[in-house]
């Protein structure tokens, strides 16, 4: 057995056989793996060369309309790669003739197809070799275990994944039916792929660094996410110690089912709105079945995510839409897309920068890119009808961001009435306070806006510089630092006088030692993962408010 320590990403306890994932990182080399189901490596490379191809038609038509034919004409003859029957028949022929694995079949045929160009007449030719390796690595990172069309037996197997580092976008591509839960080499608690774990309330440890070794593909483990262990191989005193603790769990769930359907209120009577944060119509179940008070966050960049081309105004209004149907006139806040740094979505076509979570990222894009932000605007104006829909400006700096966006939504608003499309003409608007900016002009924009939510994974990363994905600075992403503290209080303070409320939807909403703080402060909303709902429910009964609010606030001086 082998013990590896790393950052517990969501509570529980689960056991599979570890499964490699991204192909760089366990098996883009010359590594063969003998098996001889041949069919399920074909349809596995075939399934991978079809969304290789959907991918390069993307690329294709945004370079062809934002730089021209030049240079997009490169995709098309990778395309063309991809679709050569040489190429197709050599890597079936490896797979079935050498007992391979589809990646290793990939491989080889790269490797030959670069050597005949290498070695080919002219320029041209030899170039072709760097586009024939593109083209391979291209087709071996679509092939995962996430396929949609893999064997029904797989979908049966607990499996847990290993890989280096997991987007959001991949994540979400992962079959749930047989992926329990995953371990990673990087990663830290506050990324957006640990944020959507604890949301799909899959398990995880991330952070483990050099001890997750390729050997251990295939080896039998456990994941005590609570504790942030994982066990390789377990032995069998392990096994039932784990097995024991998640008994435990579950007897913790069912003493937290009985506050369903309770009101969120305090022991002093202060009402309390707890909310939940949604990335998917998916989560909607789980979020009416805690009964949470509303959406608090639809992070709406996962409506965008897992596709090769921007959803239209029309696919997002259905969306929306479901969205507000289905919470039966209970706000729902829709966040406008917030991509950038972790969430990287391919066709958006995103620069690489040095700093990316300081550079081009959530409302800052959508400034820039008017004809996208005004189709999510479309669509959102339109669901509003159907339900209480309000929307959220993310990563706001500044009073002008705020004056351009409203100068959009009312023009917006305008193409809307021209053409006599319904809308709720008194739809609320907020913004996120994630920067320190936004916090100490919060006097100023409260007058602008209907509420303000704090997002305390971004500005706790921007206030005390300590960068929310990185695991090694994890221990200074400290929300019980004074000066976050003390922003909060002064958010709320400037909110109260402007009558509107703030709530909070980061992470440390579903802190349960944080609660008594937040709720003194002045924050009257917390919106957390469905998961973590009745947990919090729990803890803001138990609160007396006026009791503790006057030494947690004078704690917020150094005096003591
Ligand atoms: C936050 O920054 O706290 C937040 C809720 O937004 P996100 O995690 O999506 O950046
Ligand atoms: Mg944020």
């Keep these: ?15 599979g056989k570890l499964k490699a994932f991204k192909k760089d990182f366990f098996s883009m080399n010359s590594e063969k793996i003998y098996t001889e189901d041949h069919e399920s490596e074909i349809e596995k490379y075939k399934c991978a060369r079809k969304l290789a191809m959907d991918q390069l038609d993307a690329v294709y038509k945004k370079v062809l309309s934002d730089i021209g034919e030049e240079h997009a004409a490169i995709f098309q003859i990778h395309r063309m790669m991809i679709e050569d029957i040489d190429y197709v028949n050599s890597v079936t022929n490896i797979i079935t003739d050498e007992n391979a694995n589809a990646e290793y079949a990939v491989w080889l045929t790269s490797r030959n197809f670069e050597h005949a160009f290498e070695n080919a007449e002219g320029d041209y030719m030899q170039q072709r070799a760097s586009d024939i390796r593109d083209v391979s690595k291209r087709i071996v990172s679509c092939m995962s275990c996430f396929s949609e069309n893999k064997k029904n037996e797989d979908k049966k197997k607990a499996m847990i994944i290993g890989s280096d580092d997991l987007m959001p976008s991949e994540l979400l591509e ?107 119509v998916s989560d909607l179940a789980a979020v009416c079945e805690c009964n949470a008070r509303g959406i608090g966050l639809f992070r709406s960049e996962f409506v965008f995510m897992g596709r090769s081309d921007y959803p239209t105004e029309e696919e997002q209004f259905k969306i929306y839409k479901k969205v507000a149907k289905q919470m039966k006139g209970k706000p729902v806040i829709i966040r406008t897309v917030d991509v950038g740094t972790d969430k990287r979505i391919r066709y958006f076509d995103l620069p690489n920068e040095v700093n990316p979570a300081m550079g081009y990222r959530g409302i800052r894009i959508c400034l820039d890119r008017p004809l996208i932000f005004k189709a999510q605007l479309r669509a959102i104006l339109r669901a509003s009808i159907f339900g209480n829909i309000k929307i959220l400006f993310p990563m706001i700096c500044s009073l002008d961001e705020i004056l351009q966006i409203k100068q959009i939504l009312n023009e917006v608003k305008e193409e809307l009435d021209a053409k006599k499309i319904e809308y709720d003409g008194k739809l609320h608007i907020g913004i996120m306070i994630e920067t320190p900016a936004a916090v100490f002009i919060s006097d100023v924009l409260a007058k602008e806006v209907n509420f303000f939510s704090i997002g305390t994974n971004d500005l706790i990363q921007y206030s005390l510089a300590v960068d929310r994905q990185n695991d090694k600075i ?23 006088k402007s009558g509107i409320i703030v709530g909070i939807c980061g992470e440390v909403a579903a802190d349960e030692s944080m609660t008594e703080t937040f709720l003194s402060l002045g924050v009257s909303e917390l919106s957390v993962s469905a998961p973590f709902v009745l947990g919090i429910r729990k803890k803001v009964r138990e609160i007396n408010v006026s009791a503790v609010c006057g030494d947690i606030i004078r704690a917020l001086s150094f005096d003591d």
């Excluded at 057995?1 to 056991?15: E, Q, R, T, Y």
């Excluded at 262990?229 to 039932?240: A, E």
């Design 1 to 15: 057995m082998n013990v590896l320590k790393g950052v517990g990403i969501s509570g529980n306890i689960v056991f």
């Design 174 to 280: 992962l079959n749930r039916n047989s992926v329990k839960g995953f371990i990673t080499m990087l990663g830290s608690k506050n990324s957006h792929t640990s944020i959507l774990a604890r949301a799909m309330n899959i398990t995880a440890v991330a952070g483990l660094g050099d001890q997750l070794r390729p050997e251990y593909e295939g080896c039998n483990v456990a994941i005590d996410s609570l504790a942030g262990i994982v066990y390789i191989s377990p032995d069998k005193t392990t096994v039932r110690r784990l097995k024991k603790k998640k008994e435990l769990c579950g007897q913790r769930q069912e003493l937290l089912n009985s506050f369903k359907g309770k009101e969120d209120i305090t022991l002093d009577g202060k009402e309390v709105s707890i909310c939940a944060n949604v990335s998917h």
């Design 474 to 496: 994890n221990f200074m992403f400290n929300p019980h630092h004074k000066a976050i503290l003390r922003m909060i209080k002064l958010v709320c303070d400037n909110a109260k």
